[in-house]
């Protein structure tokens, strides 16, 4: 399709809990790149993807979050034992090539209580 | 993280002027990409440049990269209510990661 399309809209988690982001990028784009939206309207970077492979992991917090793009799959991000500090929205975006403008889904927002 | 320093951060403006936003970093980008996010969704892309120096319009949308590379603008003419909405600049690296200006809020009154 021509959009990427983010599951789910909304999600709650309890503190402790996991959580799962799924994202389908745009077919026939080859980069998936994931970012987290805080209060204030920062957005930080977190992984990218070229097909299944890592491309870039440096924004990723390693302890609990964990991301992978396996072929005929969505795309997943994943949080374990979410703290109250991820609460913000989750945006996937996809593209062509790396260094191209890039389409972002309309995102997930997660809020841990 | 790192963000590049977008101005105004807010503006409210009669229906009709125009309008007129920029971005400045100390770092070089290869691309300089303009967004648009409304509430409860994802940015949208308005324009992109890929080019030091070059001057892109989309409609009633022009953006300019500036010759260092550090630098661009973004002017909206002749603004309409549905121009509201949060804009933001982003640099892009050869690695494809984006960074993000701190948004510019536009309210236009009718």
């Known amino acids: 399709g021509e959009e990427v399309a983010q599951t789910p809209k909304h999600l709650v988690r309890g503190e402790g809990q996991k959580a799962k982001l799924y994202c389908a990028p745009i077919k026939g784009h080859s980069y998936v790149f994931w970012y987290q939206q805080v209060l204030k309207n920062e957005f930080k970077f977190l992984i990218s993807f070229q097909n299944e492979n890592v491309f870039d992991e440096t924004g990723m917090p390693k302890e609990r979050f964990s991301a992978k793009c396996l072929p005929n799959s969505p795309c997943s991000l994943e949080i374990q034992a979410t703290k109250l500090e991820d609460s913000a929205v989750y945006f996937c975006?996809?593209?062509?090539?790396?260094?191209?403008?890039?389409?972002f889904g309309s995102g997930t927002r997660l809020t841990v209580v | 993280g790192q963000q590049l320093n977008q101005s105004p951060q807010s503006m409210f403006i009669q229906e009709g002027e125009d309008v007129s936003m920029n971005c400045t970093s100390s770092?070089?980008?290869?691309?300089w990409l303009w967004y648009k996010q409304d509430p409860g969704e994802g940015p949208v892309l308005l324009i992109a440049l890929y080019k030091a120096g070059e001057l892109t319009s989309n409609g009633r949308l022009t953006a300019q990269f500036g010759i260092t590379r550090k630098d661009s603008f973004l002017n909206i003419s002749a603004s309409i209510p549905s121009d509201v909405g949060i804009y933001f600049c982003a640099g892009q690296g050869v690695n494809g990661k984006l960074t993000f200006g701190q948004g510019t809020i536009l309210t236009v009154h009718p």
């Open positions: 975006a996809s593209s062509q090539a790396a260094n191209y403008g890039y389409t």
């Open positions: 770092s070089i980008f290869n691309t």
